[in-house]
C-alpha cells in the first residue's frame, strides 16, 4: 500500500493483497464474496481466505483419551474443503486464492497473526450479525481497529448500490498526525476504494463538534471554508461536500444514509488512546461499509505464533 507518510498526499492506493477472514463459512453471503471479488479484480489482487477455529470443549474431552491432536487436525481438515468451496467461487470469477485453516483463540488475535505472517495491504471483514452476539462482534472489531497491522474493511451491509458513493470522513482541525494526514490518507483511500467500485462519486463529510456554551449549533465559517478548499484541492464538488454540527455518529451515519453511500472511509489516530475516545463506537453506528486507516501501524502486541493455552500449537 502507498505509504501516507511519504508526502504523497491523496495519491490512490496499491492494493495488491487482500486477506478476507470469516467465520461461519455456511453464512458468508454471496454479496461478501461478490464485492471482494469485484475489488480484487479492480485491484488485480490475490486473495488470502482465511478462517480461524476453535472448539475448547472437543479438544478438552478428546485431550483426556489422549487423541486431541487427531481430532484438531481432522477438524481443521474438514473446514478447509469447506473453505475451498467458497474459495472457488472467487475463483470463478477470475480471482487467485488461497485458503487456509488456523486452529487458534482468541478469533480476533488469530485474524492479526495471519496478517502478520501473510502482510496483506488490506484486511476484509464480514461485520455482518448473523449467528454471532451482536457484543462478541462488536469487540472483535474494536481490537481488530486497535491492533490490525494493515487497514481494515468492514463489509456491514447486505444493500449494494450500483451508484452509490464513498464518503471520507475529514476533520482539518485535527488531522495532522506527527507522521501524517489523517485527511490525506482518507480522501486517497476513498478515490482507490471508489476506482474500484465503477469510479462512483467521492463525498467528504466533516463533523464539528457543537457548543458547550449554549450557542447555536453552526458549523464555524473558517472550519467549514477549509473543508470546501480541501474538497477543491481534489476535485471534489461543493455538492459533494458535507459539514454539519453534532457529534461524528450523527453526523456521519445521516450522512452515509442521504447519499445512500457505500463505504464509509476513516483515518483513525494511531495512538490506543485517542482510538478510545469514540473511532470504534463510530464503526459500530454506521449502517454502511466502513474501510479503517491509520498513517502508521504499531506493533499489535500479538506474536506470529498461537496462544500457548490452543494445542497443538502446529496447527
Known amino acids: ?45 490475490q486473495v488470502d481466505l482465511f478462517h480461524c477455529l476453535y472448539e475448547p ?6 485431550a483426556a483419551r489422549g487423541g ?6 481432522a477438524r481443521v481438515e474438514e473446514r ?16 487467485t486464492v488461497n485458503a487456509s485453516v488456523r486452529w487458534d483463540f482468541p478469533i480476533y488475535e488469530g485474524i492479526i497473526r495471519q496478517a502478520l505472517r501473510h502482510k496483506p495491504d488490506l484486511l476484509i471483514l464480514p461485520a455482518l450479525a448473523l449467528q454471532e452476539a451482536h457484543r462478541t462482534l462488536v469487540y472483535r472489531e474494536q481490537r481488530l481497529i486497535a491492533a490490525a497491522p494493515c487497514a481494515v474493511l468492514f463489509i456491514k451491509t447486505r444493500e449494494v448500490y450500483s451508484k452509490g458513493c464513498v464518503v471520507a470522513a475529514v476533520d482539518p482541525a485535527h488531522a495532522r498526525e506527527a507522521d501524517g494526514d489523517l485527511d490525506e490518507l482518507a480522501i486517497g483511500a476513498a478515490k482507490t476504494l471508489a476506482g ?60 452515509v444514509r442521504q447519499a445512500r453511500a457505500q463505504s464509509l472511509v476513516l483515518g483513525v489516530p494511531s495512538e490506543p488512546a485517542a482510538l478510545r475516545r469514540g473511532s470504534e463506537r463510530l464503526v459500530e453506528r454506521i449502517e454502511c ?27
Open 196 to 255: 474500484a467500485l465503477a469510479d462512483v462519486p467521492v463525498h467528504l463529510c466533516h463533523a464539528e463538534s457543537p457548543a458547550v456554551d449554549g450557542a447555536p449549533h453552526v458549523p464555524g465559517e473558517q472550519l467549514e471554508a477549509q473543508v470546501r478548499r480541501l474538497a477543491e484541492r481534489h476535485e471534489i464538488a461543493p455538492t459533494q461536500v458535507h459539514v454539519a454540527c453534532g457529534t461524528p455518529e450523527e453526523v456521519l451515519s445521516l450522512c
Open 289 to 315: 461499509d466502513v474501510l479503517v486507516l491509520k498513517t502508521h501501524y504499531a506493533h499489535p502486541g500479538v506474536g506470529t505464533e498461537s496462544s500457548p493455552a490452543v494445542l497443538p500449537q502446529s496447527l
Open 80 to 95: 478447509r474443503r469447506r473453505l475451498e468451496r467458497l474459495a472457488d467461487i472467487l475463483r470463478d470469477q477470475g480471482v
Open 68 to 73: 486431541a491432536v487427531n481430532l484438531i487436525a
Open 1 to 45: 500500500m502507498l505509504d501516507p507518510g511519504s508526502g504523497l498526499g491523496a495519491r490512490l492506493m496499491i492494493w495488491r493483497r487482500l486477506m478476507l477472514a470469516v467465520t461461519g463459512l455456511e453464512l458468508v453471503p454471496i454479496d461478501v464474496l461478490d464485492r471482494v471479488g469485484r475489488l480484487a479484480r479492480a485491484f488485480e489482487a
Open 57 to 62: 470443549e472437543a479438544a478438552q474431552a478428546q
